[in-house]
């Protein structure tokens, strides 16, 4: 009879440790689900803060140098003149053109395609220029490369010589603010 006991007792015993052991292996399993669930959360949630913080950093930057973009900007607006500026582009060309002693003539054509955001807007137009070589190359240099006031970029032109004296007619692009 102690036997029956005793293999009553050990079997009841080791079904006792075989159901804590599995009892603790689901909740292990279950609070490591559970824990790897909010490490998954808090890792999100740091990822969306250093994000804000990254963004944060760069808007007080930008807004430190925002005195500085102030002078570049109003450097930049007197390089183009804005859509009513462009009214004097054609003395503006006749005054370059005596400067460089060459004839010159300007005019508007198409239509003038207004500024969009950062987009500068564009006017075309066309141009005739008569004198000596030299001083129709120094006039173009003046015109593209040395000009203030005005941004302009040729399209095109045409050149034809008779002696001493050539005509250049072309095509171009003014931008404006």
Do not use: C
Not at 101 to 130: K, L
């Amino acid at each position: 009879m102690e036997k029956e006991r005793f293999a009553r007792q050990l079997w009841i015993s080791l079904g006792i440790i075989v159901g804590s052991i599995a009892l603790a292996a689901g909740l292990l399993a279950f609070f490591s689900g559970d824990i790897s669930a909010q490490a998954d959360a808090i890792v999100g949630d740091r990822v969306t803060v250093q994000n804000k913080t990254d963004a944060l950093a760069n808007l007080a930057q930008l807004e430190s140098e925002a005195p500085q973009a102030a002078r570049y900007q109003s450097a930049m607006n007197q390089l183009s003149p804005d859509q009513y500026g462009l009214v004097t582009f054609t003395q503006w060309i006749a005054q370059l053109g005596a400067k460089y002693d060459v004839t010159t003539n300007a005019a508007f054509q198409g239509s003038v395609v207004p500024s969009a955001g950062t987009t500068p807007g564009t006017a075309q137009f066309s141009f005739s220029v008569e004198g000596s070589p030299e001083n129709i190359a120094a006039f173009l240099d003046g015109m593209n490369a040395k000009s203030t006031g005005f941004l302009v970029t040729l399209i095109s032109f045409n050149v034809t010589g008779s002696g001493s004296n050539e005509n250049m007619t072309g095509q171009g692009i003014l931008f404006f603010r």
